[in-house]
């Protein structure tokens, strides 16, 4: 059964260092989705793409997180410097076309020292 | 503004039923979901509803929607160990598609 694919599965990093995380889609997928999920909440929305276009970034700290999907297939967040907030479950999300069910990744699960 | 609200905390004893509520405010809602999270795992999609249907039924799972109070809800019947998991329900926004998810209710069954 296909899945969406992340890595690293676990991060660590000490606060103002950079780090990247990757996702790679569901084959054929043309919407991805970026959530971080603090602990003891739901998922939120950083960052939706459609192909290579992001359609909604309205919740991403662009002073610090980044987000690319140069060839409209796999995506990778980044964030630079991290703060000791930015610890949290970071889950990757794709569906066929944007109103379709979305199906998630196992995520990248980051501690900020 | 959009908000998806649940119940923290459910036990139930194993073979009893488990009812989970989520209440939500965007009357524009097309689909209604409910995930499942096992510890340190993604979202898992149990089932949805679209929001012009009341009831739908998947197995041991029933979804019940009343549009008018903008309640969900979900039902498993006869609840094994493996359901203890963290259920979250989540709305589709029918402007921006994007979901919009609930604190989660985190579901104990015991032996």
């Known amino acids: 059964e296909a899945e969406v694919a992340q890595s690293p599965r676990y991060k660590i990093t000490e606060k103002s260092q950079a780090v990247a995380f990757w996702c790679d889609p569901i084959s054929g997928h043309a919407t991805l989705y970026w959530y971080r999920q603090i602990l003891g909440q739901g998922p939120e929305l950083l960052v939706q793409?459609?192909?290579?276009?992001?359609?909604?970034d309205s919740q991403l700290p662009k002073d610090r997180f980044s987000a690319e999907r140069l060839k409209g297939v796999d995506s990778t967040l980044k964030i630079q410097p991290a703060e000791l907030g930015d610890s949290a479950m970071y889950l990757c999300?794709?569906?066929?076309?944007?109103?379709?069910?979305?199906?998630f990744g196992a995520g990248t699960r980051l501690s900020v020292l | 503004g959009e908000d998806v609200e649940q119940s923290l905390f459910l036990s139930v004893r194993e073979g009893d039923s488990s009812v989970i509520n989520c209440t939500y405010t965007d009357s524009s809602s097309t689909y209604l979901y409910w995930y499942k999270q096992e510890p340190g795992a993604g979202l898992q999609l149990l089932t949805y509803i679209f929001s012009n249907m009341d009831m739908k039924q998947d197995q041991r799972l029933t979804v019940l929607l009343n549009k008018k109070d903008k309640h969900l809800s979900l039902r498993i019947a006869d609840t094994q160990t493996g359901d203890s998991a963290i259920y979250f329900c989540?709305?589709?926004?029918?402007?921006?598609?994007?979901?919009?998810f609930g604190t989660g209710t985190l579901l104990a069954v015991q032996p």
């Open positions: 999300a794709s569906s066929l076309r944007q109103a379709d069910i979305q199906y």
């Open positions: 989540a709305e589709k926004g029918g402007a921006t598609n994007k979901l919009i």
């Open positions: 793409f459609q192909d290579e276009s992001v359609v909604d």
